[in-house]
């Protein structure tokens, strides 16, 4: 427990706080059963979130793991392999989903320093249906891409994904959890950036800081297929409308305000480089993440410290990450910067 009354949260962007109007949306919200299809708030968000991403459907799921692992089993028999790059969420961070709970085989291809896959890569491992090798039913993307630092993957970089799987007969998935970030960063819409795309999902929670949720969006007959996947899962929703609820006012007020979670970002990265023993380039900061390296044999003892001081991260395979969200302001990250540099000072 810290002894400081003051705290800058900076784990992750999953501990945002629902806003007010999220709070009041949620109270109020007029309730169905989303098994028959009359709650009106579920029925809502899943239409504005076709409509965002330029989809014909839109499925509500409890999580961007569930969502990410639908779009796996929509698209994979058992058997088939999954393209996916070597940092992948789906594949480092998702409890091996595809394969415990529908026999796909996961098959890694590099990424880069932005999370972009390798394309000769991925198109030695485009299997065709007739060989006695697993079938390849699907390649994934990550947008932006979490274990990179938050880098963005352009409209471009997407285009030349699904040009190659497309010319196999092979869809293309992107784990968006924060894609709205990228959006942001790229000033662009979400249709236009995902739009070579088969399907995709994107997070309520985290920036958008709605409490509950993910949303899958693609074809109608994907998502009249996963939304059968997802009950089979255990994930049917009942009364959720007073979730959905949150998340429409998520993707109708919280999307613009991202720009400020990437501005304190690079701000808290340049005054993070001035700090003696940290390795740090500000200039791959481009959302909302900040990944870094310490000169220190102590590591968790740092951390520990850190935090008694105040200051809350994490330290993760790929170094120190702090990220910046709803709830942490400019002046949190002034205030932060001097605790940060006192404590690295007494380890390094």
């Keep these: 427990m810290t002894n400081?009354?003051?705290?800058?949260?900076?784990?992750?962007?999953?501990?945002?706080?629902?806003?007010?109007?999220?709070?009041?949306?949620?109270?109020?919200?007029?309730?169905?059963?989303?098994?028959?299809?009359?709650?009106?708030?579920?029925?809502?968000?899943?239409?504005?979130?076709?409509?965002?991403?330029?989809?014909?459907?839109g499925l509500l799921v409890s999580s961007g793991t569930m969502g990410n692992l639908l779009g796996a089993l929509i698209n994979c028999q058992r058997g088939d392999q999954m393209i996916v790059g070597h940092r992948a969420h789906c594949y480092i961070g998702e409890m091996g989903g595809a394969s415990a709970h529908g026999g796909v085989i996961f098959r890694l291809v590099d990424s880069d320093e932005r999370g972009m896959i390798d394309l000769d890569q991925v198109f030695e491992l485009l299997n065709p249906k007739d060989e006695p090798q697993p079938k390849t039913g699907l390649v994934e993307i990550e947008n932006t891409h979490g274990s990179t630092g938050g880098r963005v993957l352009t409209k471009s970089?997407?285009?030349?994904?699904?040009?190659?799987?497309?010319?196999?007969?092979?869809?293309?998935?992107?784990?968006?959890?924060?894609?709205?970030?990228?959006?942001?960063?790229?000033?662009?819409?979400?249709?236009?950036?995902v739009e070579t795309v088969d399907t995709v999902t994107f997070c309520l929670s985290k920036g958008l800081a709605a409490p509950f949720?993910?949303?899958?969006?693609?074809?109608?007959?994907?998502?009249?297929?996963?939304?059968?996947?997802?009950?089979?899962?255990?994930?049917?929703?009942?009364?959720?409308?007073?979730?959905?609820?949150?998340g429409v006012v998520a993707l109708n007020e919280m999307v613009d305000r991202l720009v400020e979670d990437h501005h304190n970002a690079s701000k808290l990265a340049v005054g993070l480089a001035q700090i003696p023993g940290v390795t740090l380039n500000p200039e791959d900061v481009e959302t909302n993440q900040v990944y870094f390296n310490v000169n220190s044999g102590d590591q968790p003892k740092l951390l520990n410290e850190l935090e008694n001081n105040g200051v809350r991260g994490l330290i993760l395979d790929e170094g120190w990450r702090f990220v910046t969200h709803y709830g942490i302001t400019e002046e949190d990250i002034d205030w932060a910067l001097p605790v940060i540099n006192t404590t690295f000072k007494k380890f390094i």
């Design 4 to 57: 400081n009354k003051r705290i800058v949260d900076l784990r992750s962007d999953t501990v945002t706080l629902p806003t007010h109007n999220m709070r009041k949306a949620m109270s109020e919200a007029e309730l169905g059963d989303e098994a028959y299809g009359d709650d009106p708030n579920i029925n809502k968000i899943e239409e504005l979130s076709a409509e965002l991403s330029g989809k014909e459907a």
């Design 157 to 193: 970089d997407i285009l030349k994904v699904s040009q190659l799987a497309h010319d196999h007969e092979v869809p293309v998935h992107i784990d968006g959890a924060r894609i709205f970030n990228a959006t942001v960063a790229l000033d662009t819409s979400l249709s236009d950036l």
């Design 213 to 246: 949720g993910s949303m899958l969006c693609g074809k109608q007959e994907d998502i009249d297929r996963a939304r059968l996947i997802k009950k089979s899962l255990g994930g049917g929703l009942r009364q959720a409308g007073v979730m959905a609820a949150a």
